[in-house]
């Protein structure tokens, strides 16, 4: 238990760092998490020789390279990312738009790989940059498709920004909106995540119970009047399909004793 203990802790310290705040001094970190200055700087001297912290010139630390690198070999073992870069290939290459690949861990929308071909693309979530839970067509095609005993908290939880949103004024009228993402098999936005785009998205599962991520497309409004919303929903939802058939294909490949 002490080790796990350890290891939570190391993980709290580097979760402090967020957009909001790049920087902390070891004394804001003690106040923050609790920890005793030997505690601390123990923990300090391990991540920053491990590359994963970089200590400032005013005796602060920020992120270090170790994550640029760790970000690099995951690009490049991510089967997500993968089997989603011809798709995005395709779906960028038909229309001007931006098409992208995010990912659902914990309770966090983060876009792991993107495409775009759109001249006057607009896009506020960049690779690596958490998305808003309660807003946007990623959110909405990833939510919808979670099982019931995950989807109930979730929209409960978020139910102030769903309402926000525009999904309805009760749980029983945001539940309807997301029974008919699920029957339409994707979900569409306009301008809920950046002002004056469109989106488009459907989920991506690997054999589990519910999706892992999801594949939108976003495109300006005006580019949008251009575009049937219909066809590029099928076209995502086909896309986003057939990646989904990969993953799991991959997924029982590496549970088959070979033995």
Same mark, same amino acid.
């Given at each position: 238990?002490?080790?796990?203990?350890?290891?939570?802790?190391?993980?709290?310290?580097?979760?402090?760092?967020?957009?909001?705040?790049?920087?902390?001094?070891?004394?804001?970190?003690?106040?923050?998490?609790? #920890?005793?200055?030997?505690?601390?700087?123990? #923990?300090?001297?391990?991540? +920053?020789?491990?590359?994963?912290?970089?200590?400032?010139?005013? =005796?602060?630390?920020?992120? =270090?390279?170790?994550?640029?690198?760790?970000?690099?070999?995951?690009?490049?073992?991510?089967?997500?990312?993968?089997?989603?870069?011809?798709?995005?290939?395709?779906?960028?290459?038909?229309?001007?738009?931006?098409?992208?690949?995010?990912?659902?861990?914990?309770? +966090?929308?983060?876009?792991?790989?993107?495409?775009?071909?759109?001249?006057?693309?607009?896009?506020? #979530?960049?690779?690596?940059?958490?998305?808003?839970?309660?807003?946007?067509?990623?959110?909405?095609?990833?939510?919808?498709?979670?099982?019931?005993?995950?989807?109930?908290?979730?929209?409960?939880?978020?139910?102030?920004?769903?309402?926000?949103?525009?999904?309805?004024?009760?749980?029983?009228?945001?539940?309807?909106?997301?029974?008919?993402?699920?029957?339409?098999?994707?979900?569409?936005?306009?301008?809920?995540?950046?002002?004056?785009? $469109? =989106?488009?998205?459907?989920?991506?599962?690997?054999?589990?119970?519910?999706?892992?991520?999801?594949? =939108?497309?976003?495109?300006?409004?005006?580019?949008?009047?251009?575009?049937?919303?219909? +066809?590029?929903?099928?076209?995502?939802?086909?896309?986003?399909?057939?990646?989904?058939?990969?993953?799991?294909?991959?997924? $029982?490949?590496?549970?088959?004793?070979?033995?």
């Amino acid at each position: 238990m002490a080790v796990r203990n350890s290891l939570e802790r190391v993980i709290a310290l580097l979760d402090l760092f967020s957009e909001e705040r790049l920087e902390w001094s070891p004394d804001e970190m003690m106040d923050e998490l609790g #920890y005793s200055r030997p505690t601390l700087y123990r #923990y300090l001297k391990t991540l +920053k020789e491990a590359g994963f912290l970089t200590s400032m010139p005013s =005796g602060g630390f920020t992120l =270090g390279p170790r994550v640029v690198e760790m970000d690099f070999l995951m690009r490049r073992s991510d089967r997500l990312v993968a089997h989603a870069q011809p798709h995005l290939e395709m779906i960028t290459a038909a229309a001007p738009c931006t098409a992208l690949v995010v990912r659902w861990y914990g309770h +966090k929308l983060l876009c792991v790989a993107s495409e775009c071909s759109s001249p006057d693309a607009q896009t506020s #979530y960049p690779r690596g940059r958490p998305m808003p839970l309660a807003r946007g067509a990623v959110s909405r095609a990833i939510i919808a498709f979670l099982p019931r005993r995950k989807l109930l908290p979730i929209v409960t939880a978020n139910l102030d920004g769903l309402r926000n949103a525009g999904l309805g004024e009760d749980l029983d009228a945001v539940l309807d909106v997301f029974r008919e993402v699920r029957r339409a098999g994707y979900a569409v936005a306009h301008g809920e995540v950046t002002p004056g785009v $469109i =989106g488009v998205a459907a989920p991506i599962f690997d054999g589990g119970s519910g999706p892992i991520a999801a594949l =939108g497309v976003t495109t300006p409004a005006n580019a949008a009047e251009r575009l049937d919303a219909a +066809k590029m929903g099928e076209i995502v939802s086909r896309s986003a399909a057939e990646i989904s058939g990969h993953l799991h294909r991959d997924r $029982i490949v590496g549970t088959v004793d070979t033995e």
